[in-house]
């Protein structure tokens, strides 16, 4: 019922930043909870951050707190990955996900996007 298309990725140097997109379709999304993913090579999918509904409750791990901010603007139905201090082991595909509840696991959302490349060189 709803469909995620990520935009923003690239090759960025260590230290530097990148701002990812995640535009959602569906008059809805503001009911949705949103989360960032990611899978290097070799590895599983694993959390990165989310935001609730209201853009009032955020939550990240710990590889990435203090370098990046999730956000939403329900309005034109997108959520945004800032992320900056950019390291090497960010390199990954980044996917938008969304649920219509408040799990934390990823087997909680039910929508996902087509994923972007983040590569951070060293």
């Known amino acids: 019922q709803v469909q995620l298309v990520e935009s923003g990725g690239g090759l960025v140097q260590a230290g530097g930043s990148l701002r990812l997109s995640c535009a959602a379709s569906?008059?809805?999304?503001?009911?949705?909870?949103m989360g960032w993913f990611r899978q290097a090579p070799g590895k599983e999918r694993e959390f990165v951050a989310a935001?609730?509904?209201?853009?009032?409750?955020?939550n990240y791990a710990d590889s990435v707190k203090g370098r990046f901010t999730i956000s939403r603007d329900n309005a034109k139905n997108t959520v945004y990955l800032q992320m900056n201090s950019l390291k090497p082991e960010d390199t990954a595909i980044y996917y938008c996900?969304?649920?219509?509840?408040?799990?934390?696991?990823?087997?909680?959302?039910?929508?996902w996007g087509q994923g972007t490349q983040v590569t951070v060189s060293s």
């Open positions: 996900a969304a649920q219509v509840g408040t799990g934390a696991s990823k087997s909680e959302y039910n929508y």
């Open positions: 569906g008059r809805t999304f503001r009911l949705y909870t």
């Open positions: 935001i609730n509904w209201s853009g009032l409750n955020t």
